[in-house]
């Protein structure tokens, strides 16, 4: 009686944020499902009988597909890229005291500027005449400067900046978690760093890195001030195309096709992240 008092307990304080998820998630989508089923005029009027044409026309569109494969490109990079430099900013914070704290107050007080005001930094540093491209003409890499805004390379840049702080502190308490006794048992019986961090060390973390990872491919697919003031409109993305069909074309129906297609790529990434990161826990600790 006592644990299926305790369950119902627990079913009752979790009806709240399903009623909230269902509400302002499940509810939306749809309306957005019912929304792409119908042809719509220049003032948002549905026309005609409901079909699968406007699902039909972006999927089989060159443009959109470009358009979808770009948004993949960039929310796989995006993910790898930043928890590429964010795992090694959140160990640093955890292990060393002194340095630690530094790193940690600079990635958060990284956190306290604006979007906007990031995003014009980096328009300043990537210019034609700007530190980057004088930096890479003074160490040899190129002969000339080169194109850095405006294109896919300037937004990858940009989103990796703002996904960078949110990884590195949510990779902090994964990296907390780690047995020191375990690391410092490993190093006594003469492992290598290498062999300890791929034997030890990511065994341990591989779950809070799969979830951290899903975490930036899904904001980053949802992303749209960065792609936006970064790519100059060249950069042609799943959320800029929402956003001009909804605004400037006022073709709801497409917005919402579009926004069904970004919901099914990013609820497939998670999917495929969760199977992953069940099925692979990493190396098992002390195997060779």
């Not at 491209?133 to 840049?157: A, S």
């Not at 999917?271 to 069940?278: P, S």
């Amino acid at each position: 009686m006592n644990r299926v008092s305790t369950r119902a307990r627990w079913g009752l304080g979790s009806l709240p944020l399903l009623l909230f998820y269902v509400a302002f998630f499940l509810l939306p989508q749809l309306y957005f499902l019912r929304l792409s089923l119908y042809r719509t005029d220049t003032v948002g009027q549905q026309l005609g009988a409901p079909g699968f044409q406007t699902i039909a026309k972006v999927l089989s569109s060159d443009f959109y597909r470009d358009a979808i494969v770009s948004t993949i490109a960039l929310c796989v990079l995006t993910m790898l890229f930043t928890l590429v430099l964010a795992y090694p900013i959140a160990y640093s914070c955890v292990r060393s005291r002194t340095w630690g704290r530094f790193i940690f107050i600079c990635v958060v007080a990284s956190m306290f500027s604006s979007a906007v005001a990031r995003v014009l930094g980096w328009r300043v540093l990537l210019a034609i005449d700007g530190p980057v491209n004088r930096l890479l003409q003074l160490i040899g890499l190129v002969n000339q400067p080169v194109q850095l805004t405006g294109n896919f390379y300037g937004v990858l840049i940009g989103t990796v900046h703002a996904m960078l702080p949110i990884a590195a502190i949510g990779l902090m308490p994964v990296c907390e978690a780690v047995s020191r006794e375990q690391l410092e048992a490993a190093t006594g019986l003469g492992s290598s760093s290498w062999r300890t961090f791929r034997t030890v060390f990511l065994p341990q973390t591989w779950t809070g890195l799969v979830s951290i990872g899903l975490l930036v491919f899904a904001v980053t697919a949802g992303a749209f001030t960065t792609p936006a003031l970064l790519g100059g409109g060249r950069v042609a993305i799943l959320a800029i195309l929402i956003y001009t069909a909804a605004s400037q074309s006022l073709d709801y129906s497409v917005a919402a096709a579009l926004s069904l297609v970004l919901f099914a790529l990013v609820g497939g990434a998670v999917l495929l992240g969760l199977v992953v990161g069940r099925s692979r826990s990493g190396p098992k600790v002390g195997s060779t």
